[in-house]
């Protein structure tokens, strides 16, 4: 039998405002902070206290919204979400339920097999729970509370279940992160928990339009986890199905060592929140003049610019998306293309995504941390450009620029690398080549026409990668054919 996986996604993104959600207290890295440090009546849940909305949190949330081309709603309510947990120190979360902030949206996303549109049936504000360590020690259990990241700004986004594959919902996922980036509410680090996804997952048989019974896995922190979780999850529900059970609604954790899911709870509803109005705050009224500025002061979205890259600068596909994606690597590409007169936006790209960001791959280090500017790499490339340093020795200068900084100009007169074009020195250093290797001479009269390039190696290693390549090649195919 052949099955279709359904999926629904809901997203919780941390507003990166200075304050919490509804109390003063400073926003802190809770991987840094030390617990319990950031905290006060409010945050904490006493009894007798009154919250009070973050304004620049309900901005955030209006640009997400706007740039996932919701409408903003003129009015939305508060409403407190029951449950008990040792994180939430109140008993319960104030949230958005019935009347979200927006709704009725829609983000499209590039696939191999194309655009995808994925519905946005919400995007509503809340605050966060705290955090629990669970810890293990001389043989007994027990977790320790952090209060710090109770009441922070919480955008949770949710779609409609539209996706039909883990490349649809992965494709969502980095879509979505690269928009809450750019438009800057959201810094993306998913190794500190600022951006946490839950998949909501059935099977059906292909063809049909029931939906069955779903699973919810919880707070998967990065998209690998999100990937392995769903493919798991698919896998199982399968067996279940066609070993004639029935697939339990439930709500499920992630094991990423153990690479399964692993049963919480039964999959609540609705009802068993018991929401009920927060009677602490009014509804939160939306002016329209300040939706029309919010509007008006969005930045381009990653999508848009790469599309922009593709018809500007002729870039792949892929290409444009590596470089799109990221605002800090978007900003770098462009002024690096500005300043580099006449180099090809294709080989600033190229230079960008393969060797920058190889060596970013290498050192672990941050594009925002690197010691080469824009205008810096841009000289360089118009060096290679105009033939003052062939693509070799371009390398190397880059590998010293990435590490000590400093300017290209500087590291070719230090190191004297600068390419020579001088046709005798060349001419001799190929007749030499020839001359010191008769066999592999005699192999190409013989018709192994490949050892020219063995012959163009010899040739720049004796030159010291400082030849001009293309005089290189023309002075050996000359003398090969006088050979």
């Not at 951006?195 to 292909?206: D, K, L, P, W």
């Not at 709870?265 to 003049?289: G, I, N, Q, T, W």
């Not at 599309?307 to 690597?329: C, E, I, K, M, P």
Request: glycine share 8%; aromatic share 6%; proline share 4%.
């Amino acid at each position: 039998m052949e099955y279709e996986v359904v999926i629904g996604l809901e997203v919780h993104a941390e507003m990166a405002t200075r304050t919490k959600m509804f109390c003063s207290c400073p926003v802190v890295d809770s991987t840094q902070a030390e617990p319990n440090t950031t905290v006060c009546p409010v945050c904490a849940g006493m009894p007798g206290v009154l919250p009070v909305v973050n304004k620049q949190a309900v901005e955030y949330g209006m640009k997400v919204g706007l740039a996932l081309g919701c409408t903003i709603n003129h009015t939305s309510l508060f409403d407190r979400k029951n449950y008990f947990y040792p994180d939430l120190p109140k008993g319960y979360q104030i949230s958005q339920y019935e009347h979200p902030l927006a709704s009725d949206g829609l983000l499209v996303v590039d696939t191999s097999k194309g655009e995808k549109a994925i519905r946005i049936r919400r995007a509503h504000l809340e605050e966060d729970t705290g955090k629990l360590t669970h810890v293990e020690e001389n043989g007994q259990n027990y977790s320790l509370v952090d209060l710090n990241r109770c009441g922070v700004p919480l955008l949770e986004i949710v779609t409609e279940p539209d996706i039909r594959s883990i490349e649809e919902a992965k494709a969502y996922a980095t879509t979505l992160r690269g928009i809450l980036r750019a438009l800057g509410v959201n810094s993306g680090d998913m190794e500190k928990g600022v951006i946490r996804f839950e998949a909501n997952i059935s099977v059906r048989e292909a063809g049909t339009d029931v939906l069955n019974n779903r699973v919810e896995i919880k707070n998967l922190n990065s998209f690998r986890a999100m990937e392995r979780g769903i493919a798991y999850e698919i896998d199982r529900q399968i067996k279940i199905m066609e070993s004639g059970g029935t697939v339990a609604q439930e709500t499920l954790g992630w094991d990423e060592a153990n690479g399964c899911t692993y049963t919480q709870r039964s999959k609540e509803d609705a009802h068993d929140y018991r929401y009920f109005p927060e009677p602490d705050l009014p509804p939160l009224v939306v002016d329209p003049d300040w939706v029309h500025r919010v509007r008006a002061s969005l930045p381009e979205l990653p999508r848009a610019r790469a599309q922009r890259y593709q018809a500007d600068f002729g870039l792949t596909v892929a290409d444009s998306a590596l470089l799109a994606a990221d605002t800090t690597v978007a900003e770098f590409f462009e002024k690096t293309a500005a300043a580099a007169n006449g180099v090809p936006g294709k080989t600033v790209a190229a230079w960008i995504l393969g060797e920058v960001g190889a060596y970013l791959n290498r050192t672990g280090e941050n594009f925002e941390n690197l010691k080469i500017k824009p205008e810096t790499l841009a000289d360089l490339l118009t060096r290679m450009g105009n033939g003052e340093v062939n693509a070799a020795t371009a390398k190397v200068i880059l590998s010293t620029l990435l590490e000590k900084g400093g300017t290209a100009g500087e590291i070719i007169k230090a190191q004297g690398l600068q390419q020579t074009s001088d046709l005798d020195l060349i001419a001799s250093l190929v007749a030499k080549a020839l001359a010191e290797n008769p066999s592999e001479l005699e192999s190409y009269k013989n018709g192994k026409e490949t050892v020219a390039n063995w012959f163009f190696g010899q040739v720049m290693r004796m030159a010291g990668g400082k030849a001009n390549p293309q005089v290189v090649r023309e002075e050996l195919a000359r003398q090969l054919k006088k050979a």
